[in-house]
């Protein structure tokens, strides 16, 4: 049975193809651990120090004797403290008490720590009082936290390939690194085209949109990382989009363009795009984001979304960005979007063929389940429906009708952006 529509290519493998046909870029530089949110991280991170690097107290509270505990009766004497950053030096003699904080180094011969709410103490802190059904209660090793129970020596703590996180950048600091080598951002120029768009902020001509795409554009590509060199508006005309076009691509690693990939007369990218360098991909079987072109000039990456808005971001999130993010070295399971199993909460008819994405929110139905409700147009032209959204649903090119209850692919706009 056919299922994609003839002429056109699927998603799937259109990441294929171009994943293997852009290459990864090699530069490397080493930057300021401040500035690593969001990069690809190129070499992995191997830790030189255990976490914690010494036994250490999890609570505050007093160290002990473990074997001692059997005989505690009465006022035991604490005989000295250890504090984070300022140990107990020395050994804790038999039948006494450490007094202790959280992250402090366990003294020597110590074994086990008790809460400091589980005692009573008089008020200078140097003698304590356990209850009985206290000392029942505490095991040994009881809220120690062991060295090396975190990352031990040696470890990868972080490998080549991972988009940073906060957590990730928190790990690298707790190795005391002060610089990760990471990717060198991409750089990419940006510009819309249109004859019918207008700079926002200058009057709107009759008939006319402001400008939104570039807008959408930028964003997506701040948001992995590429340095961005922003074109403004172009006209449609087949010498300025020429002249944009030879220029940009001596310069930048990607141009990504709004606009003109269609099959209207304005619709010159392609034909520019065509003398300047070669076309390698255009079409694909997708909803919205069709008219998606791929293409080269020189070393430079062309990549020509379409005018409609959602398309842009669509076309933009599950194709262009997963792109950029490989050119940058990010591994697979950083570039493919999330994608959960989620119940319809709508119906939905179609033709088959194309790979859908309709506007998504997910909310909870009266039984408290989760489900996905979709927006109520799949017109690419309607910006407001992503914002409305707070995912996608997916429906597959063989899959003509969805009803109430079935299981759909519920794409989080969160895990995209
Ligand atoms: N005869 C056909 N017509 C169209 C086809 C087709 O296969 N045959 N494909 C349709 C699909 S699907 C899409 S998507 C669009 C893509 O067209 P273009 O990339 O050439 O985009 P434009 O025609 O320039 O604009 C489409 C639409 O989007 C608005 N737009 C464009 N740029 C911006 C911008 N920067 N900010 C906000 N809005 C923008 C523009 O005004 C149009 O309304 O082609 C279909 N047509
Ligand atoms: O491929 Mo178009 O984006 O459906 O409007």
Redesign the pocket.
């Known amino acids: 049975m056919q299922t994609i529509k003839p002429g056109l290519t699927t998603l799937s493998d259109a990441l294929v193809i171009a994943f293997a046909e852009v290459g990864i870029v090699q530069d490397v530089e080493q930057r300021p651990l401040d500035d690593c949110f969001g990069a690809v991280l190129r070499r992995d991170v191997i830790a030189k120090v255990a976490v914690p690097s010494v036994d250490n107290s999890a609570m505050d509270g007093y160290a002990l004797r473990f074997a001692d505990l059997a005989n505690m009766t009465g006022a035991i004497d604490v005989v000295g403290s250890s504090m984070a950053g300022h140990p107990f030096e020395g050994t804790l003699p038999k039948g006494k008490a450490i007094r202790i904080a959280t992250g402090a180094a366990i003294p020597n011969g110590a074994d086990c720590v008790i809460i400091q709410e589980n005692v009573s103490a008089n008020e200078n802190e140097t003698i304590i009082e356990i209850r009985d059904d206290v000392i029942a209660r505490t095991q040994l090793a009881q809220n120690i936290r062991r060295a090396g129970e975190d990352i031990k020596q040696g470890t990868v703590v972080l490998s080549s390939g991972r988009v940073l996180r906060p957590q990730d950048i928190a790990i690298a600091a707790g190795q005391g690194r002060g610089t990760l080598a990471v990717a060198r951002p991409l750089s990419v120029a940006v510009f ?3 004859d ?2 207008a700079k926002p902020g200058d009057p709107l001509p009759p008939g006319g ?6 807008f ?1 554009m930028i964003g997506m590509l701040r948001n992995i990382g590429c340095k961005v060199t922003d074109l403004g ?1 172009l006209t ?1 005309d087949f010498d300025v989009l020429h002249d944009a076009l030879d220029n940009a691509a001596k310069t930048h690693d990607v141009i990504m363009t ?7 007369r ?2 010159l ?1 392609k034909p520019v795009v065509d003398q300047l360098g070669e076309i390698h991909a255009w ?1 694909l079987a997708i ?5 998606l072109m791929r293409g080269k000039i020189g070393s430079c990456l062309i990549l ?6 959602v ?2 971001l669509v076309a933009g999130l599950l194709f262009a960005m997963p792109l950029l993010r490989h050119m940058m070295g990010a591994d697979r399971a950083q570039t493919v979007p999330v994608r959960m199993p989620v119940r319809a909460g709508f119906d939905f008819k179609r033709g088959t063929g194309r790979r859908e994405w309709l506007r998504a929110r997910l909310v909870q139905n009266e039984d408290g389940a989760f489900e996905a409700i979709a927006f109520n147009s799949t017109s ?2 309607m ?1 407001s429906s992503m914002v409305w959204a707070d995912g996608l649903i997916e429906i597959p090119e063989d899959c003509g009708q969805v009803v109430v209850g079935d299981e759909v692919v519920y794409l989080p706009l969160r895990g995209l952006q």
Not at 259 to 264: N, Q
Not at 287 to 291: F, L, R
């Open positions: 819309s085209t249109g019918e768009l949109i402001y400008d939104s795409n570039r959408a508006l449609d709004s606009g003109g990939v269609s099959v209207g304005a619709d990218l079409k909803k919205p984001g069709k008219p020509g979304l379409p005018g409609n808005p398309s842009v690419s032209g910006l």
